[in-house]
């Protein structure tokens, strides 16, 4: 199993937590920016009759080419050795192409362009995403992995808030919102590697050497599922990730459609609050479960399993109950499940990688766990819903979902 390649005290370690977080909130800042206003806006633009099912092709096209562009951007950076060492060449290169790309796609006049560009924007951040993401096991030992998921886990609900009201300013010029976007994610990038000029030391090359020949080969690309808790470990995060993408994507339908929201409050309205709610659940519970299961001992498991089960139960919950006080015991609950979730979870993934000289490309191919269910989510909800029983067969299969996720993680042996 990986084991941290530095060993630096609790003070030498928070200064590298903090800036993590730096190139994480600007990453998730491009993302949500895109997706949940500047995308929707260009769409809208360019097929106003048709806007719901085309904002779906793009994203879920680019959804297709993020899912792969991942481990294969982290498998070149972990053979890399040049004099610049073998992450922040591909940061730095990825930024780059980031602003190019978000200019594109800012430009972008028909749908194809759009696509095309977006896919591009897609590639590029995952690949950029794919790299970062190594950082964190090989500078925080096993014992503050916790502390440092939780507080790169921050950077996800508040890059919700920073990039969507960043993007909000330019909702009537989105070109501008995505030369925004590029500016704040190369600022990141470079602020992050000029107080972690250690990052930039050569990797040794006999390690590189080593990784080449196993890396190059299809069975080498995957040979971290041999590992029984990598599997068990992507299993996990699959199903809890299709459980939330299920129902988030869904959201306002189910209140549409299902939930009996009070009179004179529109569904919208409840959507805004609920994500409020959730919102701030997330954040707490993943500033807190991180540094807890570390003070625990690093004992992981037993919050991703407690995790993954109050999932499941707010789920029902919402089944049985589909009015107000269901909805708000729903966002609280599924958002400090989730938060916990996803704090935890990404400490105890560092763990069960098998192999340091694989590390970005195992983390790419774990990512695809995340990724892989928003891909599949829209097109299971929607057969599931016009066709197995609506709304309510809906959320008990979330649930399931949920919980079947809590109980893969038990397999997971080398892990407390």
């Known amino acids: 199993m990986l084991s941290a390649n530095v060993t630096p005290g609790r003070a030498g370690v928070l200064p590298t937590v903090a800036w993590l977080a730096v190139p994480n909130l ?20 360019l097929a106003p009759a048709d806007k719901v099912a085309q904002l ?10 993020a899912t792969l562009s991942n481990p294969v951007a982290g498998m070149l950076s972990d053979r890399t050795h040049s004099p610049w060492g073998r992450r922040a060449p591909w940061l730095l290169g990825a930024a780059l192409a980031a602003v190019l790309a978000l200019v594109c796609l800012g430009q972008a006049a028909t749908l194809m362009q759009v696509t095309l560009a977006f896919c591009i924007v897609q590639m590029i951040m995952n690949a950029f995403q794919g790299v970062i993401t190594a950082v964190l096991p090989e500078r925080v030992p096993v014992t503050q992995r916790g502390l440092a998921s939780s507080v790169v886990g921050l ?43 250690d990052l930039c030391r050569p990797w040794q090359r ?18 971290a599922f041999r590992s029984g808790d990598f599997r068990w470990t992507f299993v996990s995060r699959f199903f809890v990730v299709l459980a939330f993408a299920m129902i988030s994507g869904f959201q306002l339908y189910l209140l549409q459609d299902h939930v009996r929201v009070p009179a004179g409050r529109s569904a919208t309205d409840a959507l805004v609050d609920l994500n409020a709610l959730s919102m701030a659940c997330m954040a707490a519970a993943t500033l807190l479960a991180g540094p807890l299961s570390d003070a625990l001992g690093g004992r992981r498991r037993i919050f991703v399993l407690a995790a993954a089960v109050c999932m499941g139960v707010s789920l029902v919950w919402l089944l049985l109950r589909p009015d107000e006080m269901g909805l708000r015991i729903y966002g609280i609950v599924n958002g400090l499940a989730f ?68 109980l893969a993680i038990l397999k997971v042996r080398g892990v407390r």
């Open 339 to 406: 938060g916990a979730y996803l704090a935890v979870d990404a400490a105890l993934i560092t763990q069960v990688l098998p192999d340091e000289r694989h590390v970005a490309r195992d983390l790419g191919i774990l990512n695809m766990a995340t990724a892989g269910p928003q891909i599949l989510a829209p097109f299971l909800a929607s057969h599931i819903v016009g066709h197995l029983g609506g709304y309510p067969a809906l959320l008990a299969l979330a649930a399931a979902a949920a919980v079947v996720s809590g």
């Open 56 to 65: 779906g092709w793009v994203t879920g096209v680019g959804a297709l080419v």
């Open 155 to 197: 950077c996800f609900p508040a890059g919700i808030v920073l990039g969507s009201a960043l993007c909000a300013r330019f909702a009537d010029r989105v070109a501008g919102g995505y030369g925004a976007l590029g500016g704040v994610l190369i600022a990141a990038t470079l602020v992050f590697l000029l107080f972690n000029r």
């Open 206 to 223: 006999e390690q590189a050497a080593r990784a080449a020949p196993e890396a190059a080969s299809p069975a080498g690309f995957l040979s």
């Open 26 to 45: 600007a990453m998730f800042m491009v993302y949500m920016g895109i997706l949940q206003v500047l995308l929707p806006i260009q769409v809208e633009t």
